[in-house]
């Protein structure tokens, strides 16, 4: 009788959803935690260097080093991730596609991990150029991880799944950030001292990309584990939105540069993200400092107070995904859906940062109140500009991921930068709000290049014969009014 159902759903193209969870859901759920986890080796050093540049009060952590680094270095430290980071942004994600996005965030994870382990080391053999070099090569290492996860998602997840399934694999940054500021502020002041951060999130990097190596896989059809039924439905529901990856000769299409670089749909994602990456690496690297030397908040509990805006993302995250799939369930289009979302993500943060730029002195409760809302409202971004990218192009929504993120990755090596030469005194509320106004003001800008120029529908290079045929046509309409 399964059989008789499955022969009908393949005779009829069926795009009919399976009735319970499937391996597309583990698949999601491994690429949830492989961003926890890249978040936590990112975000730990922001928690991480206020004690190693600054004695706590706990006598037991006085065993271990404390360097004594000016706040120019400290924001070298902070943004060389992305140093590294940018550079192998688009080589990640062509070796995603052509080779394997699983096995590439596999060893890339392993990489970073053992790079987080050895920062102590270096720290204390070759002060902070050490440290930088640590990090510019745990950015080389993790410059796959959302190009891979792109790559993934567009092969696992059906177009009618994405804003649910692709925004809870992606509230996987926020679940991280939540966890790491807490666990790194108890175990900076704990015996163990500082450079237990390192080797926690370190070893648990190590064991995740170990069974990621052994559960995950790069499409469905490559899974020796899946259903029949279950691999029907993701591939029918894939071709049925213009998903066509292969060449009529088998071999994986070659990326359409000219036609990506020239895409106004294409440099709205482009400018959306870079506002996106300026007002997020902000808060995230700056946040623990300004908790320390405006707010005065001591280590443990700066790191769970610093957590809060992050948790209140990742709850959002939920209703924002499920909302979204409702409105495009009931008619409304993606391009309006993913716009109200972003719109949501952008401006409203914004509004929160004009009003406590406003203040002249912060109050730690209306502070961190404000910075909860500016912080939380950004989840609408995991359903608007961030999934976008799958909606333009199925077929290389790595790719562009990659484009979009090497260019963003740019504005988050330079925001701590731009962040020290503002803020030359941490205790200086002033400064501090000059930060908040210009973050506000790129929030607005990015945000509005999008509603004017973003698109959602399929873009007609994403399939090499509609693109060839169109160049055609093109061309001959040309000649004949010629």
């Not at 990489?111 to 080391?121: A, D, E, M, Q, S």
């Not at 150029?129 to 290492?141: D, S």
């Not at 990326?255 to 990506?260: D, H, L, Q, R």
């Not at 495009?328 to 401006?347: D, F, M, P, Q, Y």
Request: with cysteine; glycine share 8%; hydrophobic share 45%.
């Amino acid at each position: 009788m399964k059989n008789d159902e499955l022969a009908q759903d393949a005779d009829k193209g069926s795009t009919k959803k399976p009735g319970k969870l499937g391996l597309r859901h583990l698949q999601v759920l491994l690429l949830f935690f492989g961003m926890v986890i890249g978040y936590c080796l990112r975000v730990s050093m922001s928690e991480a260097i206020v004690t190693m540049s600054k004695h706590a009060n706990d006598s037991t952590n006085l065993q271990f080093e404390v360097f004594n680094w000016n706040p120019t270095e400290k924001s070298q430290i902070l943004s060389s991730f992305f140093w590294g980071y940018t550079v192998m942004q688009i080589p990640s994600g062509y070796i995603a596609r052509v080779w394997s996005g699983q096995k590439l965030l596999s060893v890339g994870i392993l990489l970073c991990g053992i790079l987080n382990i050895l920062i102590p080391t270096a720290a204390h053999y070759g002060n902070y150029i050490a440290v930088c070099i640590c990090r510019v090569g745990m950015g080389l290492c993790q410059s796959c991880l959302l190009p891979c996860i792109h790559t993934l998602l567009s092969k696992w997840v059906p177009p009618s799944e994405r804003a649910r399934l692709g925004t809870f694999a992606y509230a996987g940054a926020q679940f991280g950030t939540v966890i790491c500021f807490p666990i790194s502020g108890v175990l900076a002041i704990s015996r163990i001292g500082w450079p237990s951060i390192f080797y926690v999130f370190g070893a648990i990097s190590i064991l995740w990309s170990i069974l990621f190596f052994v559960l995950g896989s790069d499409s469905p059809a490559q899974h020796s584990r899946i259903s029949e039924r279950e691999k029907r439905y993701i591939q029918n529901s894939l071709n049925t939105d213009g998903d066509d990856e292969k060449s009529q000769n088998g071999t994986v299409m070659k990326p359409p540069w000219k036609a990506i670089f020239t895409s106004l749909p294409m440099w709205a994602l482009i400018i959306v993200h870079c506002g996106q990456n300026w007002g997020y690496w902000i808060l995230i690297t700056e946040l623990p400092s300004y908790m320390d030397a405006v707010l005065h908040f001591d280590f443990a509990e700066g790191g769970m107070i610093a957590a809060l805006p992050y948790l209140t993302m990742w709850i959002l995250s939920f209703p924002a995904c499920w909302l979204a799939d409702y409105a495009l369930e009931k008619g409304v289009s993606r391009g309006v859906t993913r716009k109200v979302c972003n719109t949501i993500a952008h401006w409203g943060p914004a509004a929160a940062l004009i009003c406590l730029a406003t203040m002249s002195v912060h109050d730690p409760v209306v502070s961190v109140a404000i910075l909860i809302v500016a912080v939380g409202l950004n989840a609408g971004s995991l359903c608007g500009f961030q999934i976008n990218h799958i909606d333009l192009s199925p077929n290389f929504a790595g790719t562009m991921m990659s484009i979009t993120n090497c260019i963003a990755s740019v504005i988050a090596i330079i925001a701590p930068l731009i962040c020290s030469v503002i803020v030359q005194d941490e205790t200086n509320v002033a400064q501090w709000n000059t930060v908040f106004y210009l973050s506000a003001g790129i929030y607005i800008i990015g945000n509005l290049i999008f509603i004017i120029f973003g698109k959602a529908e399929v873009q007609p290079w994403n399939n090499l014969k509609t693109a060839k045929a169109q160049e055609e046509s093109r061309k001959e309409f040309t000649m004949r009014t010629i």
